[in-house]
Every structure is written in C-alpha cells, then in structure tokens.
C-alpha cells in the first residue's frame, strides 16, 4: 500500500511541476505583450513647429480640428452665438468642457497672463514676503500701461503686490514679483511655462509675466481654461480674484493709502451676473478684449474664457451667453453619492477585486470630492466607468491617492474621483500586492476593471494544488475500499482456517522424523 501512495503522490506532484511550468510561461507571454503595448502607448506624434498669433488664418483651422479629436465638449441643448474669435466654458471640479469654438487657435492673451503670474507666486512665495521694487520694474514696462505707480525702492507685501497685478492689473508689479520670486523676469517665465505645461497645457508660450504684446508670448482659450482652473482652486487666489476693492496702506515711499478696484464688470456690479465669483480682464490693439470668469451656482463652478473679442459689450455678452448655457444645461453629480464600491457586479471596487476589503473596515477609499457633470435629464447610469491604479511606491502617513475611477459619456470625458489609501500602523495589505502595481485592463459591459495578474496566478496555483490533494485522497480512499480492504478480509479469513484446522493435530503432526 506504502508504494502504491507513494507512486500516486510522485504521479501528482510531477504533474503540479508541469502545470505551474506552464502557467509561469503563459504569464510571461503575458507580461510581454503588455509591456509591447505599452511601449506602443509612449510612442507619440513630434510636436509641429511652433506657431504664432500671427499664423491665425492657419492656426485656427488647424487647431480648431484638433480641439474637436482631443478635448470634445458636450454641447448638450442650443449652443449660444458668440462674437469672439475664440471661447470655452469648462467645469472647474472636473475639467470637463462644456462649450468650444476655435479652443487651440493661438491668440495674444494680454492681461489674463496674469493669473498664471499669480498662481505661481502664490506657490513659490509667502503673501508676507516683502517685495521690493526695482528700477528695471518700474521702467522696463510700457508707462502708458496699466500700472500702481510705485516708485524704486518701494516696498509692498506679497499680498499687497498680488492684489495690485489682479484688481489693479499693475504691470510694474507683476514685473517686481518676478524679480522677486525667479531673481529675474526669464527665470519666472521659465517657471511659469513649466508651470504651464504641468497642467496640461499645448498651446502657450510665456515670454513675460504682465501680457504686454511680444511676439513669442500666446497662449489659447484651452490653456487659459486649464490654468484657470488650477487657480480657482487655490483658496488664496480665488479670495483675490473675488474682491471688488483693496486698500494699500502707506508704504516706506508713499504716505497716502492707495485704492483699488477690480476691472471686472461683472464682479463690480456694473453688469449684474447672480453667481459671480472672480476674473480677470486683458486688452492690447494685438489681443483685443480677452477675459476670463468664474461663477458658481448650485455647488457648480464654470470657467468661462474669451479670446480675440472686438469690443467690451460683444465680451461681457459672450460670457453672459456663455455662463447661462452651462448653468442651464448641465448638472453636477457627486461621484461617492451616485456610486457602490462595495456591491457586487460592475460597480465594485472592493468587494469583488479585493475581497479583504470592505467599506467600513478598509483603507481604500473613494474619495468624497469626485464629481461629474452630465447634461440635464441625463441619468449618471450612462455614464461608462473605467478604474485605473497606479503603483504606490512610496505610501506616506494619511491619505495617500493610489489610482482614479473616470468617466465618459458620448466618448467624452465627465469626471473622475481618486482611489484614496489611508495609512494606518501597518501597511502589509498595499505590500502583500492586494491592491495590484502594474494594472492590466478587462472589459466587462463596457466598463475597464483592473486585474492584478500576480493575484490570478496566485489564485490558480492554489486551486490546481488543491485540485490535486483531493485526487491524492481520493486515490488513497479507492485504494482502501477496492484493493487494501478485500485482501485484508481474504487474509484474516485464511488466519482463522488455519487456527481452526490446527486444533485436530499435535505438534507432532507436522514434524518431519
């Protein structure tokens, strides 16, 4: 009995070898393909040589059918008539554009530069700094401009400053942040460009930190969007822009307070918009009227940017237009109140991907903030869903955000909420790889799920293991019941005929004399 399990056991065990050998290969051809996939996905088109507003004719044609290929808008119910050569109204929770005409034409952008000066001094600097002014900024700038009128060797506060360059739209200001913050105006251009392109930006070029006409200085109704949203999302900024009037106290030059008042109409009440929270206004004879506008209603917060207008009236009624038609048309949804992570089907993040991981016990989260926004009587269900991770290398105390759940509809981008990992003492679940490092894809009713392949190969040793303990046991019982058992029973049967035959004879019997 000992041999035959013995030769059933070593029969298992070699084809456990084989199995595993082949499913080790399998995952390797896998991986190969993935990563040939990949390889494909960083391959990218060489950028075309950089043109300039004055390419326009060119330029807008071209760029008007790459808006249309790679940042489609919703267009959902009557699109407004709108005058500028160029406009865009996007979602400021989700980036997701509502409303496009001409959103890649190059155009001179003017004063609204200013926003992205303002942003990039608020992270690099303290609203404390103390800055102060020098020659070069208060004469290197065009007098006639639009400026505070400091004088060299003035001193203001960054606060005070950033308050001159929005409401005040102070050239000789922004020009002193620059020097302030980079040393020099082409270091803080050089910042502001990364800056930029951080955002996603594809169109711009800063070559000064004021938007006073240069040549080499553009930027499009799509990158002004981008940059604006970052913006409104800085409380610093979004208090700023959102001032009608500022005083600056004396100064160690000036004895008197100097007033300000913000150039924006609609925020001034000159022309009366319910929901307005902030802008920023641009003119030069190069790039006509530009402006860009916050306004907020309903928990929904629309950017609106103009570019190339030809008069005040045709541009605070585009933006009127423009306003009206996303707060008419579109509703925000709130991504964690309209989706089940834990159900599950289609909708689970981690009951069916992670089964450890459950809502009330987990430190995987979707994040609260999330949201989408659909067009009116459009029903969030249509909305596709696809569920992206990204690898966790270096997991901090507190939240640390591990992945994106993104939306589309019409093939158009809505939303999306971050995958949130809160550390806790022990971070054993993210380094045991239950959450998976390099992500694979699966299509499952229109909807990608990520699967870990380290996981399903892991799944499936345990199941062909167990696959073969069972054949093991099985075996052994057969054994038992048809061959070990029947001669047992022949054998304790020959015993007792022996003992009972030997009963009838003496010992003598069987001894050979």
Do not use: W
């Amino acid at each position: 009995m000992k041999k035959s399990l013995f030769l059933i056991s070593a029969l298992c065990m070699l084809i456990l070898n084989t199995t595993l050998t082949n499913v080790q290969a399998q995952t390797i051809s896998s991986d190969q393909t993935v990563n040939t996939a990949s390889a494909a996905d960083k391959t990218t088109d060489t950028p075309s040589k950089t043109s300039t507003p004055d390419d326009k004719k060119t330029t807008e044609k071209k760029n008007t059918t790459t808006s249309k290929k790679e940042n489609p808008a919703l267009n959902a119910g009557d699109k407004p008539s709108v005058a500028s050569e160029a406009a865009i109204v996007m979602e400021a929770s989700t980036g997701a554009i509502l409303y496009a005409k001409n959103i890649h034409a190059k155009h001179y952008p003017a004063s609204i530069t200013k926003i992205l000066t303002t942003l990039v001094a608020l992270e690099n600097s303290n609203l404390s700094d103390v800055v102060t002014f020098s020659k070069n900024a208060v004469y290197d700038v065009d007098l006639q401009s639009s400026r505070l009128g400091v004088d060299v060797g003035e001193k203001l506060t960054m606060e005070q400053s950033l308050y001159a360059v929005m409401l005040q739209s102070a050239n000789e200001v922004a020009y002193g942040v620059a020097e302030h913050i980079s040393g020099s105006v082409p270091a803080f251009t050089a910042l502001m460009n990364k800056t930029a392109k951080s955002l996603g930006c594809v169109d711009s070029n800063f070559d000064n930190p004021h938007g006073l006409p240069d040549e080499n200085h553009y930027s499009s109704a799509y990158d002004m969007a981008l940059i604006s949203r970052a913006a409104i999302n800085n409380e610093a900024f979004r208090k700023i822009t959102g001032t009608r009037t500022y005083a600056i106290p004396p100064t160690n030059v000036h004895t008197d307070t100097t007033y300000l008042a913000n150039h924006h109409k609609m925020i001034k009440g000159v022309i009366p918009y319910d929901g307005i929270i902030g802008g920023k206004t641009g003119y030069t004879s190069k790039a006509r009227y530009t402006l860009v506008t916050f306004a907020e209603r309903n928990g929904m917060t629309l950017i609106s940017v103009i570019m190339c207008c030809d008069s005040i009236p045709n541009e605070y009624g585009d933006t009127k237009a423009l306003l009206n038609y996303g707060f008419e048309n579109y509703n925000l949804y709130n991504i964690s109140k309209e989706v089940n992570p834990d159900k599950e089907g289609s909708d689970s993040l981690f009951t069916k991907y992670a089964p450890l991981f459950n809502r009330e016990t987990s430190s995987l989260k979707l994040s609260t903030k999330g949201s989408v926004v659909l067009p009116k009587g459009v029903a969030f269900s249509k909305t596709k869903k696809t569920i992206s991770y990204t690898p966790a290398e270096n997991i901090k105390s507190g939240e640390n955000v591990i992945g994106a759940m993104r939306f589309t509809y019409n093939n158009t981008f809505v939303g999306s909420a971050d995958i949130v990992y809160t550390k806790t003492a022990s971070s054993n679940m993210l380094n045991n790889k239950i959450i998976p490092e390099t992500p694979k894809t699966i299509v499952t009713k229109g909807v990608k799920m990520p699967v870990d392949s380290n996981a399903n190969n892991h799944r499936l040793r345990i199941i062909i293991i167990s696959i073969i303990v069972i054949v093991i046991l099985v075996s052994a019982a057969l054994y038992l019941l048809f061959v070990e058992l029947p001669y047992r029973k022949r054998r304790n049967a020959y015993t007792a005929k022996r003992k009972k035959s030997k009963s009838y004879f003496s010992k003598n019997d069987y001894l050979d004399l």
